[in-house]
């Protein structure tokens, strides 16, 4: 990829010789210091006063991207190196390796509108798929740990889809794509007014993808509606997503992802996941009579899924259901001129269940044939009760200083019910040979986890629009409640900690001219790492260090071009005395970690009416296996959008992915069993879009 690289310098000379430019491009509207966040501190008065690393994908950007799946606009976010799989499945990676197996989902806490998509203790590693991101007003990522300010899950940071929003005018829009692989969607917006000023919004995604993989794609429907009182303090939302897909599984062998046959091959055309969700919150804001502010947003959700785990033996289906009620509330004021509280209290109470079952004989080796049945392997209740109190302090001594500290407690409770014979029988309790079933039931418990997290923000303003900040903080993870109860052999009872992540960041942002920008270097240890062993146990104890520097840049080169560069560089390792096949690990680079990985964009805006962007994408080489014998070479992608205004509310925008259709691996990996695997990028493809505004 030598011509991209020498493409990119050309740009950044060019960029170099460039007059700057006195105006304002609306390219860069969501990147100033002033910007107001919702998932940031509620003490910050916008972006500039939140002393931790905070991105910010606004409404333009993500009108521009119109992303099939939400990896493609978080490839903007420093930091952020998310894993694409089959259909709208992925794997998390913010300011961290790609997460897999036992302790991967719950590290990275996804919400819509503040609010988390699944609840506590119950994660899936794909959640962001039941978001509606594909009409979000903006994405708000915070970059590390975010315990004190989010609760259980924010190890690695916060993702928060901020969902459409009722406005004060009148207005709707209709948006219609179409792709290759019968690939088409349609996203349709409203917004209502009343006399009195209260407002309506609805939002309506449809999308359907014929898959570029034998026998892959899905269908998927999202419906959000936000109402806003005449008063606007108070707002309703509901959220309803329904997906159903058709998985493509790993394509197996050495450089896979090159055999045109191999990479449109699906070895799993038997697989599929099926999702559905409902969510509903009400917000009520009220100033009391000493001026503090009062906010309190209670919620439920529903959600159920089936999925069939076509990567096991047997292939047994996986069907989970869950139903949650909680609040969030908080009471916010100043107790003199230069200290402000905010204190509050979250819960929630929820009940889920879990059922795996194999409908018929598994193939494979006699062992596999034994040790594996048919039947149910699986069938278990858990309640969990959920209480996190909290209380955030701002002092600021001078008009340039700003201390920031905050505490938060968090009691986790689980009652697990199981709904078959304990142990590692079969479903009718009768002994499997070579020693017993694969599959272990715990006999009815409880657990508690109780978990706090502390930190400690400065932000300092050294000069006019610029900032120094040092952020300390503690992020944790509960055990979720598969690890604790979906065991395995011997295993009877899974004697697990939560995870903990410290963390140091020291920053430097701010404005020069048309120049933004945000440089953060950071240091992390992880600890209580849960994995599963050598004997399929799932345990406590492992250990990740994890440094790096990350840059978020933007800078309008002339009136009509700017430039936009978020770039990430670091190195993630294990620190522990685990083998691996007699070979310590300590040291070794955490698999599915890139140390580079990132993305630069150049924009052209040649009038009002007309916008084309060039992005190039990079992720560096990594390893595939822990003991850092298989990699990965990495890979650069160029795509092209334009966008064109014709005129009476009509636009039409063209998206070239994959520009010099370069053979890729959305991710690799290497299995003991199966060698080298991928999953194989898309090649060149072009979509088209015609839009209206009424």
């Not at 988390?116 to 119950?122: E, I, N, Q, T």
């Not at 194999?358 to 594996?372: K, R």
Request: net charge negative; glycine share 10%; hydrophobic share 35%.
């Amino acid at each position: 990829m030598r011509g991209v690289v020498a493409l990119l310098s050309l740009l950044l000379s060019l960029g170099a010789w460039a007059q700057e430019s006195g105006s304002d491009s609306p390219l860069r509207e969501a990147k100033r210091l002033e910007a107001i966040v919702v998932t940031a501190s509620p003490l910050a008065t916008g972006r500039g006063g939140f002393a931790g690393s905070l991105s910010v994908l606004g409404s333009g950007e993500l009108s521009l991207v119109n992303h099939d799946h939400i990896q493609q606009s978080l490839a903007r976010v420093p930091g952020a190196n998310v894993s694409r799989g089959s259909g709208q499945e992925y794997l998390p990676a913010l300011r961290s390796p790609v997460l897999t197996g036992a302790g991967a989902c719950g590290s990275v806490l996804a919400m819509q509108d503040n609010i988390p998509l699944f609840p506590a203790g119950f994660c899936n590693v794909n959640e962001l798929f039941v978001a509606h991101s594909e009409q979000a007003e903006r994405i708000e990522v915070i970059r590390g740990p975010a315990g004190t300010l989010h609760g259980a899950g924010a190890m690695h940071g916060v993702i928060n889809v901020v969902g459409p929003t009722a406005r004060t005018a009148e207005g709707g829009s209709a948006r219609v794509e179409t792709g290759p692989e019968d690939r088409w969607k349609l996203n349709l917006r409203n917004n209502a007014v009343s006399g009195s000023g209260a407002a309506l919004s609805s939002a309506l995604s449809l999308a359907q993808d014929g898959g570029y993989r034998a026998q892959s794609g899905f269908d998927q429907q999202k419906l959000s509606l936000a109402y806003r009182s005449d008063s606007g303090r108070n707002v309703t939302r509901i959220d309803v997503t329904n997906l159903e897909q058709e998985t493509a599984g790993y394509i197996v062998g050495e450089d896979a992802f090159r055999n045109d046959v191999l990479r449109r091959s699906n070895p799993n055309p038997e697989a599929f996941r099926n999702v559905r969700s409902a969510r509903l919150s009400h917000t009520l804001s009220h100033t009391i009579e000493s001026g503090h502010e009062f906010s309190f947003t209670p919620y439920g959700r529903w959600g159920e899924m089936a999925f069939l785990q076509h990567f096991l033996p047997g292939q047994p289906l996986e069907q989970t259901d869950h139903a949650s009620v909680g609040f969030r509330s908080s009471v916010q004021g100043a107790l003199s001129e230069s200290v402000v509280v905010s204190a509050g209290l979250d819960a929630e109470l929820t009940e889920a269940a879990l059922r795996q079952s194999q409908p018929g004989q598994t193939t494979g080796s006699a062992f596999l044939q034994e040790t594996v049945p048919q039947g149910k392997h699986y069938d278990y209740e858990v309640g969990a009760s959920l209480v996190s109190p909290f209380m955030l302090a701002a002092f600021t001594p001078s008009e340039r200083l700003s201390l920031e500290a905050g505490l938060r407690l968090e009691a986790l409770r689980y009652d697990y019910d199981n709904q078959m014979i304990a142990g590692r029988t079969r479903e009718d309790g009768s002994a499997c040979g070579f020693g017993g079933c694969r599959y272990s039931r715990p006999e009815d418990r409880e657990d508690t986890f109780g978990n706090w997290s502390p930190s400690l923000g400065l932000v300092y303003d050294w000069a006019p629009l610029h900032q120094l900040f040092i952020n300390l903080a503690h992020g944790f993870r509960a055990p979720q409640a598969t690890e604790l109860y979906r065991l395995q052999r011997e295993q009877s009872v899974a004697d697990l900690d939560s995870e903990e992540m410290r963390s140091l960041e020291l920053g430097l942002r701010g404005r020069r001219g048309e120049l933004d920008y945000e440089l953060v270097g950071f240091a992390m240890e992880k600890r209580n790492v849960i994995f599963r062993d050598a004997d399929f146990f799932n345990r406590s104890g492992g250990a990740t260090r994890h440094r790096g520097v990350e840059l978020a840049l933007a800078y309008a080169l002339t009136e009509h071009w700017s430039l936009d560069l978020a770039a990430s560089y670091a190195e993630h390792r294990y620190r522990d005395e685990r083998l691996l096949d007699g070979i310590p690990l300590d040291g070794k680079l955490v698999d599915s970690a890139p140390r580079a990985f990132g993305s630069a964009r150049i924009t052209w805006q040649p009038d009002d009416r007309s916008e084309m962007e060039l992005e190039w994408l990079h992720r560096g080489r990594y390893y595939t296996d822990p003991l850092n014998l298989h990699s990965y070479p990495g890979h650069d992608l160029l795509n092209v959008r334009a966008r064109r205004n014709l005129g009476d509310g009509w636009s039409a925008a063209l998206r070239l992915l994959n520009l010099l259709d370069e053979q890729y691996a959305e991710r690799a990996d290497f299995s003991n069993f199966s060698g080298d695997r991928y999953f194989p990028g898309e090649p060149r493809s072009i979509y088209a879009e015609l839009a209206l505004e009424f």
